[in-house]
């Protein structure tokens, strides 16, 4: 098989966009290709600094490193939640620091249980199968309040087409006009305190944007986290990759598809955003998701920790 771009041996197969190409090509073309998309979609320009949300895995710190490359002024924001089982955290922060010392940018570390005083685990022993909501809260959460306290146009985050795809069908299967308003690669800002949200990476598949940290050797924490167990967001990814099996490019078709057609119609009315009585960030209610879970996981805590 030959490079599409240069006609040398192709090393990469990308069967949605019928090319083939060898590795050199194939670093230059992903950069180039997410700058196309962070243009499409206003994302932000090269005089705005942007928080890039890592997580030590493939798809965020190959989005810090092509950012980087791209010019952007992109730092980058780890949450330690403490998962010890496998080395999960410990591992996935270092390839995280290795990457911050390639690229030469500043990341910014926050520890859960230096913050708060538990750690996710500890919340896992009492509410294993909602684990991932909860978790989810705290780290967007942590986002928007780093960017927000350290003055970031924006969060970047490395979400996939597989990430996208799927969980549009979950929103699809539910008729969830919440989240599907939410479905989008970019949610702007509201007010001061609530920064846009962007995605540059959400027309790549989970293949691509492995084969590019490959490539550009980038070390990556290569396992999943040990409570993605029996997600039903694994369940519609392997759904969906069965469905691109037999006809290419479903995903991207599925995915973009909804972007075209659906765009504007599925604006939910927001609530007014008053502030929290505990943090004074912007929420609904009168305490925020994040006090809430915070405050209860540290009432789990104390019910764990043995009396003197
Ligand atoms: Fe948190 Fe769930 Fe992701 Fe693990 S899989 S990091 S618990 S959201
Ligand atoms: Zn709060």
Request: proline share 4%; aromatic share 10%.
């Amino acid at each position: 098989m030959k490079c599409g771009l240069c006609f040398g041996k192709a090393q990469v197969e990308l069967i949605q966009h019928k090319i083939a190409m060898c590795g050199p090509c194939y670093l230059k073309w992903v950069p180039h290709y997410t700058q196309r998309t962070i243009k499409n979609f206003r994302m932000f320009s090269h005089q705005d600094p942007v928080l890039v949300a890592v997580s030590g895995g493939k798809d965020s710190l190959s989005l810090w490193s092509i950012l980087t490359e791209l010019g952007y002024q992109a730092d980058a924001l780890y949450i330690n939640l403490g998962i010890l089982e496998n080395n999960y955290s410990a591992y996935s922060l270092e390839c995280a620091q290795q990457l911050a010392s390639t690229l030469g940018r500043k990341l910014h570390v926050i520890d859960l249980e230096k913050e708060q005083g538990f750690r996710i685990p500890q919340m896992h022993r009492k509410i294993e199968r909602n684990i991932c909501s909860a978790c989810g809260v705290i780290k967007r959460y942590y986002m928007n309040l780093t960017a927000y306290q350290e003055g970031y146009h924006c969060v970047a985050t490395g979400h996939n087409l597989d990430d996208e795809s799927s969980s549009l069908l979950s929103n699809v299967l539910s008729w969830d006009v919440h989240y599907l308003s939410r479905q989008s690669p970019v949610l702007p800002e509201k007010g001061q305190k609530l920064v846009k949200k962007v995605k540059p990476l959400c027309y790549f598949t989970e293949k691509e944007t492995a084969q590019y940290a490959f490539l550009k050797q980038i070390e990556y924490i290569g396992y999943d986290c040990p409570y993605v167990k029996g997600s039903t967001f694994l369940y519609y990814k392997d759904l969906l990759n069965q469905l691109e099996q037999n006809s290419a490019g479903s995903k991207r078709r599925f995915y973009d598809g909804f972007l075209r057609v659906s765009a504007g119609r599925f604006e939910e009315k927001m609530p007014e955003l008053q502030e929290c009585r505990h943090c004074g960030m912007p929420t609904p209610i009168d305490v925020c998701s994040f006090c809430r879970i915070t405050q209860r996981a540290k009432k789990i805590v104390r019910e764990q920790t043995p009396s003197q």
